[in-house]
């Protein structure tokens, strides 16, 4: 009897907190994300979330809405954060190209070597001079809180053929996104680009319509394109899949010091997470692929420099058309410089 009671008054209790907290936030934060729960992005808000409510006591709680359910394209998305029916989303740099074309900078080849470099880069000014520009350009409604990951790095996989180098490419029907950058990379390889919306991407590779993907290991194996026949994957990381973190302004600054301290730290906790879930999910990723027949191809640093060399142009044509692109480019090769120098020094000192 007497533990029947301890564990009602328990229970109340615990109903009783629930109701203290939902009664205590004094701010709600819907966040969406337009994919689902086994993807990086959730993993990232779940920790926002976790952390947020908890380091504001309950003043603070997190809304999240995974899929479509709020929007379904990056333009859409990021109109219901400017008009404030959406407090935080997160887009790739083509989902968010159409408003800051810039962000494609994110998306030009194999400026940034290795996750290391990657990660120090982002979690610097770098990202900071991309929130100050898109601020500027949506007249302050739309602010960049941080830059994760979401799927590892850009690799290019087909079904035709190992790539070992740029002539390997020739002739290729390589899916893209509708994205100018993209297409203007995959030209400069010899290949031929085929703007192909994602949903369609397995039937396209079946078919034939293409013969290839620049994608990341887990999106090949999670959309299960080995069974379309895309069994040839060459680790060139020609691109770091950056996930672009916005939220509305008006909310955030709406908010007194305090709690946007909460919010800034509850993103760079985010941003770790996004950082370490790729690593970890591809693991078994790259087991399967090639479990499967796969044929995954490393190039040699004499051929990673061939792919390097064969895409070069593309930076000068981003730097010429694209509003933002000469600014942006500067700002994001001066941080690989910095923080590769930083990164070796500290190596240096590692091994002594």
């Not at 994608?215 to 060139?236: E, H, R, W």
């Not at 946007?260 to 906790?269: E, L």
Request: hydrophobic content about 40%; aromatic content about 8%; proline content about 4%.
């Amino acid at each position: 009897m007497l533990k029947g009671t301890i564990k009602s008054l328990t229970v109340a209790a615990i109903l009783a907190t629930g109701a203290i907290s939902a009664q205590a936030a004094d701010f709600t934060i819907r966040a969406t994300a337009n994919s689902n729960e086994n993807d990086e992005d959730y993993d990232g808000l779940i920790v926002f979330k976790n952390y947020v409510e908890s380091a504001s006591n309950g003043a603070i709680e997190v809304e999240l809405f995974i899929g479509t359910q709020l929007c379904s394209k990056g333009a859409e998305c990021l109109q219901g954060v400017a008009d404030g029916s959406i407090d935080v989303y997160i887009s790739t740099s083509g989902g968010a190209a159409g408003i800051f074309p810039y962000v494609q900078v994110l998306d030009l080849p194999y400026l940034m070597a290795d996750d290391r470099v990657a990660e120090h880069v982002l979690s610097g000014d770098f990202t900071r001079t991309v929130r100050k520009m898109a601020l500027e350009n949506s007249g302050n409604k739309i602010r960049l809180m941080t830059i994760g990951n979401t799927g590892g790095w850009r690799n290019f996989a087909n079904t035709k053929r190992r790539a070992q180098n740029p002539s390997d490419m020739e002739g290729l029907k390589i899916r893209t996104v509708v994205a100018d950058l993209p297409q203007e990379l995959v030209r400069a390889l010899g290949a031929s680009p085929t703007p192909i919306p994602w949903p369609e991407l397995f039937t396209s590779l079946q078919t034939g319509v293409v013969e290839g993907s620049k994608n990341g290991i887990t999106d090949i194996m999670g959309m299960k394109f080995p069974d379309a026949g895309l069994q040839y994957v060459t680790l060139d990381g020609h691109a770091y899949m950056g996930a672009l973190w916005w939220m509305s302004n008006d909310k955030f600054m709406s908010m007194p010091s305090q709690m946007r301290t909460i919010i800034v730290d509850g993103f760079a906790q985010l941003q770790q997470a996004t950082f370490a879930s790729p690593k970890r999910k591809s693991i078994q990723a790259y087991t399967d692929f090639v479990a499967g027949g796969g044929d995954l191809y490393v190039p040699t640093p004499d051929e990673k420099a061939a792919f390097k060399n064969a895409a070069a142009p593309v930076y000068d044509w981003f730097k010429s058309n694209v509003d933002g692109g000469e600014a942006v480019f500067k700002a994001l090769t001066s941080a690989v410089a910095v923080a590769e120098a930083e990164l070796n020094a500290g190596r240096a000192a590692d091994i002594e």
